[in-house]
């Protein structure tokens, strides 16, 4: 990772992303009740209400008053991956901000930002049905997809971007949003602190037991 710089402005960018995306949410469920009926949230709460013994729909099981009652699992999950995508956007400026310009994988960052919308569709398919998880289980380790990571922390994006299109799939993008505000400004924090690079401060050399200056040998 580059040497630490000033934040305040990428900070704040990313800050008032956040805000207009939360803000314009909101004001459309507010200004337009009825979509609520395609909005991929709340699913979170029919995890936690099902019987652990059972395996019950995330989604509500009430049928739905609307007349596009028949297309509403196909606009949640569209809504659900156009959430994703707009969660994803300030974690790639993250992977930005961050890395260096030589160290920046094009195509990692591409596929970070792309694998939570077909995360989000995968946990739409099988969420109710164990023989179709087991089935795509199957068919993952047929094709035998690959792929290296070049740092170990790419792997915290990947887990990151699994996570989102997971909690997007199962009608829970609430979930989805706090982990993306989490792991962006974790990741930010800790990159401008320089976090574990030295001990150059007298509690960090006291709690690894050693002096500052004291090299490993």
């Keep these: ?38 909005l991929p949230v709340g699913g979170i709460e029919f995890l936690d209400d099902r019987d652990s013994d059972t395996f019950e729909p995330v989604y509500t099981p009430e049928p739905r008053t609307s007349g596009f009652n028949t297309h509403a699992g196909a606009i949640r999950l ?29 195509s990692f960052v591409q596929t970070v930002v792309v694998l939570p919308i077909v995360v989000a569709g995968i946990a739409t398919i099988v969420q109710n049905s164990l023989a179709l998880a087991f089935s795509l289980a199957g068919i993952v380790a047929a094709v035998r997809f690959r792929f290296t990571l070049d740092q170990p922390a790419h792997a915290l994006y990947i887990f990151a971007s ?3 299109g997971l909690g997007a799939g199962i009608g829970a993008l609430g979930i989805s949003t706090v982990i993306s505000i989490a792991f962006v400004y974790a990741t930010l924090v800790l990159w401008k602190l320089e976090y574990g690079a030295n001990f150059t401060g007298g509690f960090l050399s006291f709690l690894a037991g050693r002096d500052s200056d004291q090299d490993d040998y």
Excluded: E, H
């Excluded at 580059?2 to 008032?16: D, E, N, V």
């Excluded at 207009?20 to 609520?36: H, R």
């Excluded at 994703?84 to 890395?99: D, G, Q």
């Design 1 to 38: 990772m580059r040497k630490s710089i000033g934040l305040a402005i990428p900070a704040s960018i990313i800050t008032a992303y956040y805000v207009v995306s939360i803000v314009g949410a909101l004001w459309v469920i507010n200004t337009y009740p009825a979509i609520g009926d395609f």
């Design 78 to 106: 569209a809504v659900a991956m156009i959430g994703t995508a707009v969660l994803m956007v300030p974690i790639s400026w993250v992977y930005f901000i961050t890395y260096g310009r030589k160290d920046i994988d094009q």
């Design 162 to 164: 699994i996570g989102i």
